[in-house]
């Protein structure tokens, strides 16, 4: 039977917000009646600048975040960013420290990141959150980079798996798993991220799953953002209210990997550009399948696409509001992958 695990992406409005701690989250994983967690270690608003939701890397706090997920029997698994040795290595001595086996990291892309920016939508906690410039060279850069830290995962029997991160196409990082060769550096498939490169979730998952070792379970819609490059943007909401066909996804990932968990990170509310060109994955255009439209999720006079996974920027209101829809999201979301986990066992 596969294990659920809840990423602390999906509740990311309640740690910035210091409304939840590490440890509440993993009561709540818990609640929610999961088997696991990803712990997320990016900086972001209102998180530690180094250890992002996890806090801290202090020996007596990993230890009683050690303890809480041994006494829950809860298996755990670490998401940063970067490929240089020195941070990995920092990353490993963390997860040795907590029991985590699996880290999931991706290739940077920060090639125009020295301008001036204001707001979180515009990238002031964390550049992922939007379209920078794209430079394939970077791969190339990244094998060697990679290769490093290989005698490191190999000692401490600890795997990395390399997101799909809404720049990269799937054959470009099966291209890059198969020139470092090694069983410790596998690939992260994240069910949603491909579309931010123009590329079919299912052709990724085919793509990728041989290579998977870990998993990112969610959903999305398209929405129209006229003041976008490409007048749309890529929309997170609860597992099975858009318009991915999780099921089939998730079958096309069982069938060609060998994977025993799911990671669940509910990005909602949260809305991410297109970050490469119209085709870079094989799809030119919005409006069929899962690229098909939505209206905005909310009032656009209110809040604009780029403003939902910030609301506290808009007020104190909306951000009540949201913390709510987040949870309530988070929750249906993990019981919506149970059940699918269900019916591919009952197959």
Same mark, same amino acid.
């Given at each position: 039977?596969?294990?659920?695990?809840l990423?602390?992406e999906?509740?990311?409005l309640?740690?910035?917000?210091?409304?939840?701690?590490?440890f509440?989250?993993? *009561?709540?994983?818990h609640?929610?009646?999961?088997d696991g967690?990803?712990i997320?270690i990016i /900086?972001?608003?209102?998180?530690d600048p180094?250890?992002?939701? &996890?806090e /801290?890397?202090?020996?007596?706090?990993?230890?009683?975040?050690?303890?809480?997920?041994?006494?829950?029997?809860?298996?755990?698994e670490?998401?940063?960013?970067?490929i240089?040795? +020195?941070?990995?290595?920092?990353? &490993?001595?963390?997860?040795?420290?907590i029991?985590?086996?699996?880290?999931?990291?991706?290739?940077p892309?920060?090639?125009?990141?020295?301008?001036?920016?204001?707001?979180?939508?515009?990238?002031?906690y964390?550049?992922?959150?939007?379209?920078?410039?794209?430079?394939?060279?970077?791969?190339?850069?990244?094998?060697?980079?990679?290769?490093?830290?290989?005698?490191?995962?190999?000692?401490?029997?600890?795997?990395?798996?390399?997101e799909?991160? *809404?720049?990269?196409? +799937?054959?470009?990082?099966?291209?890059v798993v198969k020139?470092?060769?090694?069983?410790?550096?596998?690939?992260?498939?994240?069910?949603?991220? /491909?579309?931010?490169?123009?590329?079919?979730? #299912?052709?990724?998952?085919r793509?990728?799953?041989?290579?998977?070792?870990?998993t990112?379970?969610?959903? =999305?819609?398209?929405?129209?953002c006229?003041?976008d490059?490409?007048?749309?943007?890529?929309?997170?909401?609860?597992?099975g209210?858009?318009?991915?066909?999780l099921?089939r996804?998730?079958?096309?990932?069982?069938? =060609? /990997?060998?994977?025993t968990r799911?990671?669940?990170e509910?990005?909602y509310?949260?809305?991410?550009?297109?970050?490469?060109s119209p085709?870079?994955?094989?799809?030119?255009?919005?409006?069929?399948?899962?690229f098909?439209?939505?209206?905005p999720?909310?009032d656009?006079?209110?809040?604009q696409? +780029?403003?939902?996974?910030?609301?506290?920027?808009?007020?104190?209101?909306?951000? *009540?509001?949201?913390?709510?829809?987040?949870?309530?999201?988070?929750?249906?979301?993990? #019981?919506?992958?149970?059940?699918?986990?269900?019916?591919?066992?009952?197959?």
């Amino acid at each position: 039977m596969i294990k659920l695990g809840l990423d602390t992406e999906s509740l990311h409005l309640w740690f910035q917000n210091k409304r939840m701690d590490i440890f509440g989250f993993i *009561e709540t994983a818990h609640e929610f009646g999961l088997d696991g967690v990803m712990i997320n270690i990016i /900086s972001d608003y209102g998180l530690d600048p180094e250890w992002g939701t &996890l806090e /801290s890397c202090d020996p007596e706090h990993l230890a009683k975040v050690k303890a809480l997920l041994e006494k829950y029997h809860m298996y755990a698994e670490i998401a940063t960013k970067g490929i240089t040795y +020195s941070h990995l290595v920092k990353v &490993l001595d963390v997860a040795e420290a907590i029991g985590a086996d699996i880290i999931r990291t991706y290739i940077p892309i920060t090639l125009n990141s020295d301008q001036e920016r204001k707001t979180g939508g515009e990238g002031k906690y964390d550049l992922g959150k939007i379209r920078l410039d794209f430079d394939p060279a970077v791969f190339d850069q990244a094998v060697a980079t990679l290769q490093e830290i290989i005698p490191q995962l190999q000692k401490r029997r600890i795997k990395i798996g390399l997101e799909n991160h *809404e720049y990269e196409t +799937s054959e470009e990082l099966v291209d890059v798993v198969k020139r470092l060769n090694s069983p410790w550096i596998g690939l992260h498939y994240d069910f949603g991220n /491909s579309m931010m490169a123009w590329e079919d979730p #299912e052709k990724a998952a085919r793509n990728m799953a041989p290579y998977t070792v870990t998993t990112h379970f969610k959903d =999305h819609i398209v929405i129209p953002c006229p003041e976008d490059k490409y007048g749309y943007v890529v929309c997170g909401v609860p597992a099975g209210e858009g318009h991915m066909d999780l099921p089939r996804l998730l079958s096309v990932l069982l069938d =060609h /990997s060998s994977i025993t968990r799911l990671n669940v990170e509910m990005c909602y509310p949260y809305c991410a550009q297109f970050k490469r060109s119209p085709g870079a994955g094989g799809i030119d255009h919005v409006g069929e399948g899962c690229f098909a439209v939505e209206p905005p999720l909310f009032d656009p006079q209110v809040i604009q696409p +780029s403003q939902y996974y910030y609301p506290q920027e808009i007020s104190q209101e909306l951000l *009540e509001e949201f913390l709510i829809k987040q949870m309530d999201g988070a929750r249906a979301s993990a #019981e919506y992958a149970k059940k699918l986990c269900r019916e591919y066992a009952g197959r």
